[in-house]
């Protein structure tokens, strides 16, 4: 088989596809699973770094439906480490500020009848 040549010289046109869209994932939401874990780990500033992920992970819940960005399940990872983090720390610091007033009410109802 003998194939004839174009009549325009041999032209190799190989069309080169734009590269798809890269699947970009929400900072915002990478943020707060990373403040969502710390909170859960770090015992001293973790109600700050709970309340942060909490904040992080609403906006980036919103960013993610409007810009269609990836990151929904880091997101809502962060939302919930944050939000138990938080509450435990909460229920802890409650309960040493009630321990402390406790102590102290007793002491002093304790120095009052002068049993101390």
Request: hydrophobic share 45%; glycine share 8%.
């Amino acid at each position: 088989m003998n194939n004839p040549t174009p009549p325009y010289g041999e032209q190799n046109y190989y069309q080169q596809y734009p590269k798809p869209p890269q699947e970009r994932t929400n900072s915002k939401a990478v943020a707060a699973l990373v403040l969502g874990i710390l909170s859960i780990v770090i015992p001293y500033v973790s109600i700050l770094f709970g309340i942060t992920a909490i904040i992080l992970a609403s906006l980036a819940f919103k960013e993610i439906r409007y810009s269609y960005e990836q990151g929904r399940g880091l997101a809502t990872a962060g939302l919930v480490c944050g939000i138990v983090s938080t509450f435990i720390y909460t229920i802890l610091i409650i309960m040493f500020v009630l321990t402390v007033v406790l102590f102290n009410s007793a002491h002093t109802a304790m120095g009052a009848f002068g049993l101390a």
